[in-house]
């Protein structure tokens, strides 16, 4: 089993719409989560981390933790043509400093 | 700050050719990543600092790897001789206090092994 899971293939959404993007991870003691936004040819960048269960509000991002069922989603309302870009989860294990990523999901967003 | 600064951008290099790859971390990052990214394996960890010293090496592919981090502003990986099956792009990364805060990643190095 991949530490972390990202399977949803490109995710098409209309401008205005909500983008759901899914995560699960393997290793029940991990402590922190986050999520990166890579546009083509560039570097992750952070846009959330989130560290206690339930939900975390950033502007129109909005990261959701369920610790039991160990996953950990992200919603972006009012999606731009700005935000089409590929989402990494990445997970930080108990007792490590090190991130394990998804893979990552792309998202296009049609105007 | 200028952020995690890297070199050089893009490298084209002949197989069997060493490639050395330079990374410089964000003043007063005590952590420091090397990552590679393909479209079929993702981002994997190679190797990590804390200190300028590593910590964990698991992830580096096989002994023609090699990195290090002679003090706190540089980092070097290098692999001798390079195999057309090593390119993809690679990245370092750094975080201050451990990976619970997140990274700051650098722009990478678009390596092509012909």
């Known amino acids: 089993q991949k530490e972390v899971e990202q399977n949803s293939g490109p995710l098409s959404v209309p401008e205005g719409a909500i983008a759901s993007l899914n995560c699960t991870y393997s290793?029940?003691?991990?402590?922190?989560f986050f999520w990166y936004r890579q546009y083509s040819g560039k570097s992750p960048e952070l846009i959330m981390f989130?560290?206690?269960?339930g939900d975390k509000e950033d502007g129109r991002f909005t990261a959701q933790l369920n610790k039991a069922s160990q996953y950990v989603s992200l919603l972006i309302r009012d999606s731009q043509p700005s935000d089409s870009a590929t989402y990494l989860c990445?997970?930080?294990?108990?007792?490590?400093?090190?991130?394990?990523f998804g893979k990552g999901n792309q998202v296009v967003v049609i105007p | 700050d200028a952020g995690v600064i890297q070199s050089p951008r893009h490298e084209v290099t002949e197989m069997g050719q060493e490639v050395t790859l330079r990374c410089k971390p964000i003043?007063?990052?005590?952590?420091l990543f090397w990552y590679r990214q393909t479209m079929m394996r993702g981002l994997e960890l190679l190797i990590y600092?804390?200190?300028?010293?590593?910590?964990?090496d698991s992830g580096m592919p096989e002994d023609r790897f090699s990195a290090k981090m002679p003090n706190a502003s540089f980092s070097t990986l290098k692999i001798q001789p390079s195999e057309p099956r090593d390119s993809a792009v690679y990245f370092c990364?750094?975080?201050?206090?451990?990976?619970?805060?997140?990274?700051?990643f650098g722009s990478g190095t678009r390596l092509t092994v012909v």
């Open positions: 990445a997970v930080n294990g108990r007792g490590n400093n090190r991130l394990a």
């Open positions: 003043s007063g990052h005590d952590y």
């Open positions: 989130i560290y206690s269960n």
């Open positions: 990364a750094s975080t201050r206090l451990g990976s619970n805060y997140g990274y700051t």
């Open positions: 600092f804390n200190n300028n010293v590593p910590i964990d």
């Open positions: 290793d029940r003691g991990s402590q922190s």
